[in-house]
């Protein structure tokens, strides 16, 4: 959904209007990974840590001390937002058409921070329905917002269409916060009944309770903090060294634009499955420790690590090869091609980063994956400035950037998932298989477009999209088809998926391509 609204709006704005749209982004996510990032997923771990002990009601205790520290700082972190918006743009010699939007922006960090802790206290229990629900409605609304004010505001000007775009997250964190809400009290006699079993309540103290929150949120949240400032970096460094190329300001923003709102999204429309992977993983590791299982630890994290190889590898190499059809189709940004296929691989190391973080905050490392991003966003920072700076490079400069930071973070955080627990991949063939088949997909995907585009007239938008459709179809299909034949799926691979996976494997396994 939030790559359909992005295709909508830049066809509607431009790469210059989503340029001035996506400076007010960087700020944003900053200021909300400050008040939503380390309290809902340290709550999710105390919550799902005291279950397993049975200590019911000192669980339900925690999550009423985390939602008043949410709406605190909450409200400060979006005052704080609106009153730099003015000094950064000036500061930072950013386009000053983006001050409307960051305003406009600025009161979801609030909801959206209030919202998180009830997402936190339902992953804690495992229970992700609620948020998936959420996340939908709130997506939805925010994208009929957008575009609605977008195409309203786009007559009086470029920077006032940016700001009621920006303002559709504000709306959008409303719906979904009411949607909580709503789950939370439809379900209040459930929960209350559900936590007044167990062990009496021992944890009364709001200021130990607090004190544990902090001492775990702090370091998961400067860990999720050095992801957004991988995009800070680009803020900050990619309008100044484009001018420094010789880029004037229009170029500059059109430029900026292409990276942050058509190859990124692109980049990271993946990671919608190895993000919602690490929101269930964490309070899935954290109880299998809390348990000292170590039988379950090893193959919840195996698991979770070959999974994420097996989807990040494939959707690198296909963005890769379907770089410039991509960027056409989708965007009518063409241009935007050449920095979507050097920023493609990114998509392998930002979804083995964010597993690998999960696995070791479930595990209580929370210091771990801040470190680890804080080094390679350190990379990202000199690779951006020095390169972006060459007229050669340009705006490709950032792109590599980015790609290297999370490829050195990805890389330390899988050293210390060894480190910290003595075991990773598991059978190391497990993923030299899938590392074939992947580059043998890629090279399907390329002959495939080569002859199709040989043998049909493919003109107009919707033989385009037909085209770039079966294009993925064809590679997703030679992947699992490969993936079978390999060995590396199997019956009881198949039958996770939905609906149809049982019959599937049913099928295969009486034409003899798979065993029980």
Known sequence: MGLGYRVVLIRLIGAEGMGIYQMAYPLYTIMLVVSRSGIPVALAKMVAGRLAKGKNKDAYRIFTIARVLSVIIGLLSSITMALLAGPLISILKLDPRAYHAILAISPAVFIVSVMASYRGFFQGMQDMKPTAFSQLLEQFIRTITMILLAYLLLPIGLNYAAAGASFGAV??????????????????????????????????????????????????????????????????????????????????????????????PLVQFPTVITVSLATSLVPAISEAFELENQRLIYHRTTTAIRLTYMLGLPAAIGMFVLSGQLTDIIYNEPQAASILAVVSWGVLFITLQQTSSAILQGVGRTDLPAKNLFIGAGFNAIINYTLTGLPAFNIHGAALGTVIGFAVAAFLNLRSVYSELGFLFGDKRRFIYPSIVALLMGVITYISKGILVNVFLIEGFVMEFAFLILLVLIGILSYFILLIYAGEIGYDELKFIPKIGTKIAIKLKEWGVIDY
Do not use: C, H
């Not at 949607?179 to 944890?203: C, H, M, P, Q, V």
């Not at 800070?232 to 300001?249: E, K, N, Y």
């Open 171 to 264: 709306t959008g964190a409303i719906a979904g916060l009411i949607a909580l809400i709503y789950i939370y009290f439809k379900r209040r006699s459930l929960i209350f009944d559900f936590f007044n079993e167990g062990n009496e309540l021992t944890e009364y103290k709001a200021k130990p309770i607090a004190i544990e929150l902090t001492k775990l949120a702090i370091p998961i949240t400067i860990g999720a903090l050095v992801q957004p400032l991988m995009s800070l970096v680009d803020w900050i460094f990619v309008p100044q060294r484009l001018q420094s190329a010789g880029f004037i300001m229009g170029e500059v923003t059109t430029l900026y634009g292409r990276l942050t709102t058509v190859a990124m």
